[in-house]
């Protein structure tokens, strides 16, 4: 056996990640690009500085008050109201999912989606021994209800992983189609991932109005996006409290620190500040598309805080071309597509004059 003794089917994988390099206009991983205000640094300094006065104990395992300050957060999107037990929070939208497929995939079941989408999916599935299958989508990125409801009875999934908006397109799901989608799961869970469920336009509603009709939807969400928190990694989901009861049987013990409590409580004080940039980067996304489609690009209909573009032959010389002129943007997608996500009004200029130069040497 080779050192270290790797399991087999992880040998030769580079770990999942886009390249972290300190250039002037970072629009690679869909960063909310406006920092918190002073008085939201101090809030969450003091209450960090509160938290730490007891760290020499373990932190509330249950997360009370933080459930119940999420849950009242997403209220606002719909008129049952979300309980503190229907919901559940951990390092990031991705510990969420991934402690979904630990809970509800396994060895002998099957974890579906549809092809492109959010690249992590099939890692949660590798990690957690589940047979992992993707369908596809259409060429404008949308899905087709009819070959999804029939792949999700024939592949019969114990999960279903829907982003919408899903990444890297942008493609956000019609609403009738989690219902759909969660009658044909029967006992399996559909995942509704949420992470740029905020930056939706106007008319897309949230899956979280159908929690009551549906036990077996998830709806996750994060503060990574909209809510401008990325390194903070919280993400957090809501469904029937039997899916949150049933996760903690695979969480680890005292999972959210004291301090990632007392930060994530405090941002969500200042919720109207830090999600209050989400109007504006709307008004970004809806520009760019319009710029990048009236240079002849194909653009996919974006209901996110990016934009997948194309197409093009070499988009690997496109992506270093904006690199070499200090514009980091995302080599990701199907072949010859590149992700740009939505900066500052000057980052975006900056992005535009440099598209411009390489595509005139192309
Ligand atoms: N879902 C989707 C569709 C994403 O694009 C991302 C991050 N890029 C995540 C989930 C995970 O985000 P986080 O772990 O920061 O909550």
Known sequence: MSWPPLREELRGIEPYGAPQLDVPVQLNVNENPYGPS????????????????????????????????????????????????????????????????????????VALSFAPTYSMYPEYARDSLTEWVAGRRESDFSLDLDHARDLVKETQPSVVLLPSPNNPT??????????????????????????YGEFRRAGVRSAV??????????????????????????????????ICDAIRVVRLPYHLSAVTQATALAALRHAPELLGKVDELRVERDATVD???????????????????????????????????????????????????????DEMMAFKEALTQVMEEL
């Open 38 to 109: 002073p008085e939201c640094v101090a809030d969450i300094a003091s209450a960090v500085a509160e938290a730490a006065t007891t760290l020499n104990r373990y932190p509330d395992r249950e997360f009370v008050e933080l459930r119940a300050a999420l849950a009242a957060y997403l209220s606002h999107d719909t008129v049952h109201g979300v309980t503190p037990e229907q919901v559940w929070a951990a390092n990031g939208s991705n510990e969420v999912m991934l402690q979904l497929l630990q809970a509800f995939g396994g060895p002998g079941r």
């Open 291 to 345: 710029w990048l489609r009236a240079q002849g690009l194909q653009v996919a209909d974006s209901d996110a805080n990016f934009a997948l573009f194309g197409t093009f032959a070499d988009r690997h010389a496109v992506w270093q071309g904006l690199l070499d002129r200090g514009v980091l943007i995302r080599e990701t997608g199907p072949d010859g597509w590149l992700r740009v996500s939505i900066g500052t009004a």
């Open 170 to 195: 942008g493609t956000a799901l019609p609403f009738d189609a989690i219902a759909t989608l969660c009658e044909a799961a029967g006992d399996g869970i559909v995942v509704i991932d949420e992470a």
């Open 209 to 242: 109005e159908l929690l009551p009709e549906h036990r077996n939807l998830v709806v996750t969400r994060t503060m990574s996006k909209a809510f401008a928190a990325a390194g903070l990694r919280l993400g957090y989901l809501a469904a029937d409290p039997a």
